[in-house]
Structure formats: structure tokens, C-alpha cells
């Protein structure tokens, strides 16, 4: 784990210094990466749901199925890719040719259903990742839906967002395996500051209880700081959209779960508004002191 460990934090030096700064800053792309401890906790309904709501409020999704052993976004949108992200990888395809459209005008890039192993990705692989990225036009906002449980794939494209988002339940269970998730983050210092999603919840109490429980226990043991990033109740019309392969937000919009969503996406949304509004204030504040100070 250690040479692990050391080899992962040369990667993301690298590559996050040289190529995915360059996107974000010059291209202005925000990138979440959306990950869980425990498997089946709400990270793929979490993403599809998420983007299709801030598409419609105006930003330009893609959706990065990450899960190259288990890909699932495609099956929970009922579509049926020629070209996945397994191909980008090891089949010389471009992100471009795996790019699909889906609801809303969404973009997303499959991930590879039905593989034997989980992959892992080398160097050169990631590399090629980061650059694609740079070309990909008409994006600004990229949610990377990622595998169950912790792995070195994982820890690379949490590496490589900007954001990450904790997708957990109430459940003991799920809360032990996102602190596990956190520790490994905070061991590898990849990340200071991680957003935390309370899914299947029966009321907004609950939420919060959960979300302050785990955030005393990681602040108490862990160099990490916890935000909340919103909550979503537990609700069957998810399921039932899971099964008629349609996104919840779309077929039941008017339902507890997804307004819950809507909300989630306002609150990513205001607080970008915000950053850029801060940016330009200390932009004139910058050239007021170069014309008087
Ligand atoms: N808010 C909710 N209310 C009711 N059911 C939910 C809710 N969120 C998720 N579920 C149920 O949990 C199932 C698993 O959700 P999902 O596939 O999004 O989890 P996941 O974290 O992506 O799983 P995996 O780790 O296998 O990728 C859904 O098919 C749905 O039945
Ligand atoms: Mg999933």
C-alpha cells in the first residue's frame, strides 16, 4: 500500500498540475467526482437525477460512467452504447466517439457493463484521459459516477475532481464504510475539504443527525473538512423509475425525492454564482488599488 500510495501521489502531482488545472482553468469546467463506501447506496440515481436538473437549469452536463467493472448509468437511462470508456482505454476509441446523448441533452460517456475484472488504469491511461478531456467542447460541468467500495481507480479520479460528493444512508453501515472511504483520502491528502450526500432518508432531521455524526467522528480523527451538500428522502417512485429504466426527476418530477434533487443542484449552483461574483469583486478591487493605491 505504501509504494501504492507513493506512486499515487506522484500521479496526481502530475497530472493535476500539468493537465487538469489547464482545463479547469482555462476552459472553466467543474468536475465532481461522486463516490460511496458502501456499494448501492444512491450514487448512480444521485448522478443521472443531478445532472438531468442542472442541465435544465442551464449548465452543459456530461456524465462520466467511472465504473469500468459494474457500469451502470446507461442501464438506469435505458440506453444501449456501441462505445464505452473501456474502449477509450483499451480499444483506441476517442471520448468523443463514446460520447452519447441522453435525456435533456445531457452528455454521457458509458462506462464498460459486463467486464470480467475491475481494470486498473496505469499512468499512460490516465494521461490519455486528461488530455481527451481538454478537447471535449461544450461542457461545464462533469459528474463522475464511480464503482462501490475503494480502489485505486477511484482514488485516481477523486484526485483528479475538484469536487467530491459523499453519497451515504442513515445506516450504520454505510456510515463505517464512508468513514473508511475518508480515511484513505485523508491519508493520501488528496483532498481537504469533501461534500456529503444523505440518501433515503424519512425526514431532513435525519439528515442532518447523520451528516453531524459523521462529521464530529472525521474532524475528531481525520484531516478532513465535511460540508453538507443536501439530502434525499427515501422514496419508492425511485425505484420505480429505476425499473421502467427512466430517470425519477423526469418521470415523477413532482416527487419528494426529486425535489430534493432540484435543491441539491440550486445549492451547486448558487455557490458557483457566488465564486464568480467573488472573483470579479476582487477583480475590481484589484484594479481600484492599481489606479489609487
Ligand atoms: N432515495 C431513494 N429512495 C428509494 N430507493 C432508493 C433511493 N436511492 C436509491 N434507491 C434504491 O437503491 C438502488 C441502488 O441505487 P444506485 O444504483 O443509484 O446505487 P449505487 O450507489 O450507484 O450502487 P453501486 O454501488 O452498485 O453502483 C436503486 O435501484 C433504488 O432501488
Ligand atoms: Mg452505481
Redesign the pocket.
Known sequence: MTDQAHNLRNLVEQKRKEKIDKIVNEKDIKVYCIA?G??????????VNLAISLQRKGRKVLIIDA?LG?A?VDV?LGLFPAVTLFDVFFNNKSLQEAIIEGPEGIKIIPGGSGMIKMTTLDTAQQSKLAEEFIQLDDIDTILI?T??GISMNLMSFIAFSQEVLI?TTPEPTALTDAYGLLKVISELQLKKSIKVIV??VSGKDIALFTFERLKNTVEKFLRINLEYAGY????????NA?MDRKAFVLEYPNAV?SKCINSISDRMIGKSKNEIRLRTMSEVYNRLIKVFG
Not at 38 to 47: F, H, L, Q
Not at 233 to 239: E, F, L, N, T
Open positions: 460511496s458502501k456499494g448501492g447506496v444512491g450514487k448512480t440515481n444521485v448522478v465504473d459494474m451502470n438506469v459516477d464503482g462501490a453519497v440518501n433515503r434525499i428522502m427515501d422514496d419508492i417512485r425511485v425505484s429505476v425525492a
